[in-house]
């Protein structure tokens, strides 16, 4: 006479939260997704930032800054900042804001299309340098700019925030590359002489500053 084999099934809510954990960092990005959807419990555990450090946060628009106070995203990587939108509230505080939120999130290594946001040059240059020297590369380089349109470069430093991130980048740093060109490097300068005289440095390597 056959034998007939029952097969029990365990309710995850019964297992211990390191094996639930344990299991959720071998889930693909796809499936964390939907597991965070299963229940409370798996909601709780997956918001850990840990599981969610492939994300992109998109920023298109101001609001879109509250999502990067989410707790699932303080060890995000990567921001974009790429979408025609940002034309919108970036030429005001936009930037200002984006960074202060930036410089809570230290995991933070590269931002999509910050090479064209224009205002940086009206944030506090400790904020900015901190943000930068955090990346992994940054790009600084507008040598096809005309004098007229000088004022008005995207990412344009001061000479103040660009000699304390060469300082800071002696010192410590995140960048594996560096590109400046085009920046003005000179405090004081003749308003005629003013793109003439631009100090040009082109690909800095950081090791240079070790």
């Known amino acids: 006479m056959g034998q007939s084999h029952s097969q029990s099934q365990t309710h995850i809510s019964v297992l211990p939260n390191e ?43 101001k609001d879109d800054l509250l999502k990067l106070k989410l707790p699932r995203l303080q060890m995000v990587q990567e921001i974009d900042v790429t979408h025609p939108s940002r034309l919108v509230w970036m030429k005001r505080e936009g930037l200002a804001d984006l960074f202060q939120v930036i410089g809570e999130i230290p995991t933070v290594k590269r931002i999509r299309g910050l090479e064209f946001c224009k205002g940086i040059q009206d944030i506090e240059p400790d904020l900015v340098v901190g943000v930068l020297n955090s990346l992994e590369e940054l790009n600084l380089c507008y040598d096809f700019y005309d004098e007229e349109d000088f004022e008005d470069m995207p990412l344009r430093l001061e000479a103040e925030q660009l000699e304390l991130l060469f300082t800071a980048v002696a010192e410590k740093t995140n960048l594996k590359f560096l590109q400046v060109s085009g920046q003005d490097m000179l405090k004081d300068m003749d308003e005629t002489d003013e793109v003439d005289q631009m100090y040009e440095i082109d690909q800095i390597s950081p090791e240079l500053f070790a």
């Open 19 to 61: 094996v639930v954990v344990s299991i959720l960092q071998h889930l693909p990005p796809q499936e964390i997704k939907s597991a965070v959807l299963v229940c409370k419990s798996l909601r709780e555990m997956g918001e850990k930032p840990r599981f969610w450090t492939w994300a992109v946060a998109t920023v298109n628009t």
